[in-house]
Nanobody
Framework: QVQLVESGGGLVQAGASLRLSCAAS????????IGWFRQAPGKEREFVAA????????DYADSVKGRFTISRDNAQKKVYLQMNSLKPEDTAVYYC???????????????????WGQGTQVAVSS
């Protein structure tokens, strides 16, 4: 079992930066792939970024490539999403997700994750 708690959301102006954090608790964390997803009002949950358990592989949605960076600290059981050059279309609730894996791979589908946090709101004004 892994429990996830996101933090770091807020209201910012376009062009600003935010750093989201996801704190994990549970027996182990190093064998979990991690993903960040977001859901805007009236829209489906969408993939944002993913990181393999080692941190050696990452993947990003086209809409955030070059602006967002996912990273993790397995010793601290934390995952981060650094978001730069934020745009109004980045406004959404952001969720951290984790899945126990045997391969050091990244996973972009929400259905591939068992454990989810409660989400943190990010609002970007124009």
């Amino acid at each position: 079992q892994v429990q996830l708690v996101e933090s770091g959301g807020g209201l910012v102006q376009a062009g600003a930066s935010l750093r989201l954090s996801c704190a994990a608790s549970g027996r182990s964390f190093g064998n979990h792939a991690i993903g960040w997803f977001r859901q805007a009002p009236g829209k489906e949950r969408e993939f944002v970024a993913a990181c393999s358990w080692s941190g050696g592989s990452t993947d990003y949605a086209d809409s955030v490539k070059g602006r967002f960076t996912i990273s993790r600290d397995n010793a601290q059981k934390k995952v981060y999403l650094q978001m730069n050059s934020l745009k109004p279309e980045d406004t959404a609730v952001y969720y951290c997700a984790a899945e126990t894996v045997v391969r050091d791979s990244v996973y972009a589908a929400p259905s591939g994750y068992t454990y989810w946090g409660q989400g943190t709101q990010v609002a970007v004004s124009s």
